[in-house]
């Protein structure tokens, strides 16, 4: 099995009330090769939501308690990305799974680059805090 974001499958949980829909992930979905996610919405966060972004790292500094998740309007919602991180994580290790597909950018789900914190639609290396305990605990990570 591979955990794959929600939104992947054309489910509307992004941020914004959105989807992004992928057809090799859908595809995977339909074969019964995929679990579908959405770490902010298993951490409690409603759809639609405020934007949020990391400050002061990524995902890795996030837990470990080094770097914050805010929203656009400057609330810390890091508890949340932590409680969605470990429920995908634990959803991941119930399905045996060793891989993720990730959507790109998120501050739960990028891999390789994430939004800068500053909510200008700028790019900086890391990861989200999703793909980030994902990758510490084995499973590898791509994004799309």
Known sequence: MIIVSACLCGEFC???????PDEEVIN???EGRAVPVCPEQLGGLSTPRSP???VGGD??????G???VLSKEGADVTGAFLKGAKAVLKIAENHGAKKAILKAGSPSCGKGLV???SFSGRL??????TAALLCQNGIKVTAK
């Not at 992004?14 to 992004?20: E, S």
């Not at 900086?124 to 805090?129: A, E, H, I, T, Y």
Request: no cysteine; net charge positive; hydrophobic share 30%.
């Open 66 to 68: 080094k770097a914050k």
């Open 115 to 117: 939004y800068d914190g």
């Open 124 to 129: 900086k290396p890391g990861d989200g805090v």
């Open 28 to 30: 995977l979905l339909r």
């Open 52 to 54: 949020s972004e990391i």
């Open 59 to 64: 995902g890795t500094d996030v837990i470990l």
């Open 14 to 20: 992004r941020y914004d009330g959105g989807a992004k």
